[in-house]
């Protein structure tokens, strides 16, 4: 199976003007910082809750707080990921001779 990072990372920033670039930016990062805030809490949780007796309500809310965090974005990235595959099915259909989906296309683009 092919590795879906060089899919979600492949953008033109240099079409982009300088204000659209940095809320890019922060957006990432954000989201960056809540994915594996997730995937920290989610080892820790699974591991520190059966096996020790110092995993205490305060460490649980804790790590509750960063699953919680990462639960705002890992949505929207994952509606991304269905909206990208829904525009490549419609351009693979587009090549693949279905013209009155094409030509929609084209007519909103003008």
């Excluded at 590795?3 to 920033?13: E, G, M, V």
């Amino acid at each position: 199976m092919a590795d879906i990072y060089n899919q979600l990372t492949h953008r033109d920033f240099q079409q982009m003007d300088t204000d659209s670039l940095r809320e890019a930016r922060n957006q990432y990062s954000d989201a960056f910082d809540g994915i594996m805030a997730a995937l920290r809490t989610m080892g820790s949780m699974a591991f520190w809750a059966r096996s020790s007796d110092e995993y205490g309500d305060d460490l649980a809310l804790e790590d509750l707080r960063a699953v919680a965090e990462s639960l705002m974005y890992l949505p929207r990235i994952a509606e991304a990921l269905k909206f990208n595959e829904i525009d490549a099915d419609f351009e693979l259909r587009c090549r693949e001779g279905l013209p009155a989906s094409c030509k929609a296309k084209t007519e909103d683009a003008a």
